[in-house]
């Protein structure tokens, strides 16, 4: 779909930027993983909600499916609950251990945290919207070190053409975001090329922490909100929605979870299958057949429509028959 070349825009601008220090150490070859031995996998998960949940999931379920069970492997897991001085020290733990054999960072800051620390072990993210603007590939196409994965970049334009079909007379989208989310910028600039074509405009107000989303929303005058895939936000959605049920209007999401959670509907990705592609990656690099230099980064080509039947309601929206028998999910 259109939308998923997007995450390539920054290729260019960022590969020269990228003699980061994840590119130093060893190719991310491993021995150890490359044998019949148990392996140790590090998970380094940057906050607790449904999406990344699912990731999580859906990489042991992977990992379970290509016969990794057992005592063939074993989890260390970490969650840095949104805290950077804590996402910083979990990377810092995982790259002291010495008997970790992969490392899968979930969300873009516990990405980068752990691709700036770690650069002898491989490293598989996910939940990565542009792993090019993060700095954390040279390319999508071509890696260059030590770290590859899967990104979530979703589609931005699709999501606010829905709202349109929606809601046709809406004139002004609020979006809140996080000022330190390097993918949550990539979906506002997205969003703001998609408004040109729809007749939007975007409405944005940037926040440093989650307990700060509900403010945030009720300082928009806005006829919808679009939640992009932004961790801060995402966690404290409850706080967001009930704003837009107050001025009884819809929320576009950016993942099914959201929906499920209160927002009105979207075309969103599988959390749980992007955690299972992870892993089929990771399988690879495990059993020697790739190395995360040389194996591109992955998406999820097929997103699903999702809807939220009480939501819709309530901001005056009738989903049609014909629409909702082409979602995989109405709430």
Do not use: W
Not at 141 to 167: F, Y
Not at 193 to 204: H, P, R, S
């Amino acid at each position: 779909m259109k939308s998923f070349t997007a995450m390539k825009f920054a290729a260019v601008a960022a590969a020269s930027a990228l003699a980061l220090t994840a590119c130093g150490g060893s190719n991310g070859s491993s021995d150890k993983a490359a044998s019949d031995e148990p392996v140790k996998i590090g998970i380094a998960q940057y906050v607790t909600h449904p999406s990344l949940d699912a990731v999580v999931t859906g990489f042991k379920k992977g990992m379970e499916s290509a016969g990794y069970t057992g005592d063939k492997i074993s989890y260390d897991e970490n969650n840095a609950e949104a805290d950077q001085a804590t996402n910083t020290s979990i990377a810092g733990k995982l790259a002291a251990d010495s008997d970790i054999d992969l490392v899968l960072a979930v969300a873009t800051p516990s990405a980068q945290a752990v691709a700036q620390t770690i650069t002898k072990v491989p490293v598989l993210f996910s939940a990565v919207t542009d792993p090019v603007s993060a700095k954390l590939v040279g390319s999508n196409e071509a890696p260059g070190a030590n770290v590859t994965g899967t990104s979530d970049l979703n589609p931005v334009d699709e999501q606010l053409a829905l709202l349109k079909e929606l809601k046709p007379d809406a004139k002004k989208v609020g979006i809140v975001y996080s000022s330190g989310e390097v993918n949550s910028e990539v979906q506002v600039k997205l969003a703001e090329e998609a408004a040109k074509d729809l007749g939007l405009t975007i409405e944005k107000s940037a926040i440093s922490t989650s307990s700060e989303v509900q403010q945030a929303a009720g300082s928009l005058d806005v006829d919808a909100y679009y939640v992009p895939t932004d961790n801060a936000v995402v966690s404290a959605l409850e706080g967001l929605i009930q704003t837009a049920d107050k001025k009884k209007i819809p929320v576009i999401a950016a993942d099914g979870d959201s929906v499920k959670r209160g927002a009105t509907a979207t075309y969103g990705i599988n959390y749980e299958k992007l955690g299972e592609q992870t892993a089929a990656m990771a399988v690879k690099v495990l059993k020697g057949e790739a190395e995360p230099a040389s194996l591109p980064v992955e998406t999820i080509s097929k997103v699903d429509l999702y809807l939220n039947e009480k939501a819709a309601k309530n901001s005056g929206i009738e989903f049609s028959e014909d629409m909702k028998s082409k979602a995989v999910e109405v709430y």
